[in-house]
Nanobody
Framework: QVQLVESGGGLVQPGGSLRLSCAGS????????VGWYRQAPGKQREFVAL???????NYADSVKGRFTISRDNNKNAVYLQMNNLKPEDTAVYYC????????WGQGTQVTVSS
């Protein structure tokens, strides 16, 4: 099983921005679709964004126009740029490759609050 490592979370005010990073070790991330997901307290984990191996992207309606998923193949990483953050974006954010060999990592906490 492969776990990716998420980083970049933190506390931000409403309207602010954060960039999350997802790093792979021992695996070439560009060969796989990679998704970002989030889980808010008391709620189920939900889909946020996806980038496939051809760099086609897909987003949940709740983040369209505010979040951008991207890859840097030289760094073997996937990013989630989050702009105009809202309190309802508060959650633990996870990245995961879309293949059976991937398992969930530890996630990174994003808190949007004034």
């Amino acid at each position: 099983q492969v776990q990716l490592v998420e980083s970049g979370g933190g506390l931000v005010q409403p309207g602010g921005s954060l960039r999350l990073s997802c790093a792979g070790s021992g695996i070439i991330l560009s060969s796989y679709p990679v998704g970002w997901y989030r889980q808010a307290p008391g709620k189920q984990r939900e889909f946020v964004a996806l980038i496939n191996s051809g760099d086609i992207t897909n987003y949940a309606d709740s983040v369209k126009g505010r979040f951008t998923i991207s890859r840097d193949n030289n760094k073997n990483a996937v990013y989630l740029q989050m702009n105009n953050l809202k309190p309802e974006d508060t959650a633990v954010y996870y990245c995961k490759g879309l293949a059976s060999r991937f398992s969930w990592g530890q996630g990174t906490q994003v808190t949007v609050s004034s």
